[in-house]
Each structure stands twice: as C-alpha cells, then as structure tokens.
C-alpha cells in the first residue's frame, strides 16, 4: 500500500507491517508465540526507511510493546506521545514508554489528536 498524509492505517492480526521505499508491506508476524511486539517492529522500520517525520504515539495495551523503539525514534528527529496512565484502559503499554525515558509528552487520550494537530500545524504541514 501507498503511504499517503492524512489517513490512519491499521496493522492487522498476525501481521507485521514494513516500511520501505515508501510503501507499506506487510509480512507475517515475526513473534508468532508470547506477547507480540507488532508495534516494536513497524516503529523501528519506520525509523530505518522512512525520511519524513515521524509521530508516535502509545496509548493503551498490554506489555511493552513499542516501548523498545522509542529510542529510535527520538534519534532521527521524531516526536513521542504517551497515554496518561490513568486514561488507559490497559496502561501496561503507555507505562513501558514512560519508563524508557524517551517520550517527549504525556497526555490524556481526549489530547492526543489536539497535540498532533498543534505539532503538524507548527512544522507547517
């Protein structure tokens, strides 16, 4: 699938998706027993073959998936935002990203978008 501005884009079940040449790609998953790190996998492709800045965001869910490539994220100019822990359903996921140290803000679920809109807005897009 063409990357395009503007749209939400849903990883399904059992799948890993892959940025590269600017398309989405999507492979089987790559932890196919445990908790599954989908979320991990797709950030730090996006880090690795994607040139346009990049948002992440981790809100509610269980384990720490995603948390891992935050680091990665921060280091080629991205923006993190994280679920308020008491906002989230199921905070294990938000909490992870916190404790790694490399969010950049910590917001309630009703300001996310309104974060992602002042960001976007300020860069200009």
Request: with cysteine; proline share 7%; hydrophobic share 45%.
């Amino acid at each position: 699938m063409d990357i395009r501005p503007n749209h939400v884009f849903i990883i399904p079940p059992q799948r890993d998706l892959h940025v590269l040449d600017g398309e989405f790609h999507l492979q089987p998953i790559s932890k196919p027993r445990g908790w599954p790190d989908m979320i991990t996998v797709f950030l730090h492709s996006m880090t690795q073959h994607w040139d346009g800045k990049i948002i992440a965001v981790l809100v509610s869910g269980y384990d720490s998936d995603g948390a891992a490539a935050l680091r990665g994220i921060k280091e080629v100019g991205g923006i993190t935002i994280a679920q308020k822990l008491d906002t989230a359903g199921q905070p294990n996921m938000p909490e992870s990203a916190i404790a790694s140290g490399c969010v950049d803000f910590v917001l309630p679920s009703e300001d996310i978008a309104k974060k992602i809109v002042q960001i976007a807005q300020a860069a200009g897009a």
